[in-house]
T-cell receptor, first 115, second 112 residues
């Protein structure tokens, strides 16, 4: 099983709303990631959690707030977003190895539209 | 520094071979990946290669790596209409978690 499940698949929210994106994996992976993908662009890393601790924040605005409640779940809390934040948000997970390769598996993404 | 570049578009006839190219700049040891993205979907990991290898084959897919030129290619044999998608080349460092640096993606169009 190499499945990463993201919910919801689509989300439309107003600029004053608060919403959350959810991601779940049951592969025993200890690293989880949020990527943002704008139309016709490659994915860009936002956050990395390793062993449920935030390891990387790629200078993401505070209106995006990640949370890793346990080793299988990853949330992205959204508040006061702007229309330019509309994008496909991708979750990924991988093992954490000291010296070798670790393959990252992606979910199907949440298509977010901010109106 | 880290930079991954790809050509943006490739059109092939069904049944022909497709070759998608990628160049990377990081000279240290690295893993190089190929991901496939269909419209409106997430990324599907196709294959990967470590920078000390020359070639890797997996069914219809062949990855070739020219370390001297830092050039990576993905060859798809007997290309089918279901192969139409965007193909991303990406690199990451070994060890720890997997921070991927993606190329811009190559759109593969397969026509009859």
């Amino acid at each position: 099983d190499t499945e990463v499940t993201q919910t919801p698949k689509h989300l439309v929210m107003g600029m004053t709303n608060k919403k959350s994106l959810k991601c779940e994996q049951h592969m025993g992976h200890r690293a989880m990631y949020w990527y943002k993908q704008k139309a016709k662009k490659p994915p860009e890393l936002m956050f990395v959690y390793s062993y449920e601790k935030l390891s990387i924040n790629e200078s993401v605005p505070s209106r995006f707030s990640p949370e890793c409640p346990n080793s299988s779940l990853l949330n992205l809390h959204l508040h006061a977003l702007q229309p330019e934040d509309s994008a496909l948000y991708l979750c990924a997970s991988s093992q954490v190895y000291r010296e070798t390769n670790t393959e990252a598996f992606f979910g199907q993404g949440t298509r977010l539209t901010v109106v | 520094g880290e930079d991954v570049e790809q050509s943006l578009f490739l059109s092939v006839r069904e049944g022909d071979s497709s070759v998608i190219n990628c160049t990377y700049t990081d000279s240290s040891s690295t893993y190089l990946y190929w991901y496939k993205q269909e419209p409106g979907a997430g990324l599907q990991l196709l294959t990967y290669i470590f920078s000390n290898m020359d070639m890797k084959q997996d069914q219809r897919l062949t990855v070739l790596l020219n370390k001297k030129d830092k050039h990576l290619s993905l060859r798809i044999a007997d290309t089918q209409t279901g192969d139409s998608a965007i193909y991303f080349c990406a690199e990451s460092k070994p060890g720890g978690y997997n921070k991927l640096i993606f190329g811009a993606g190559t759109r593969l169009a397969v026509h009859p």
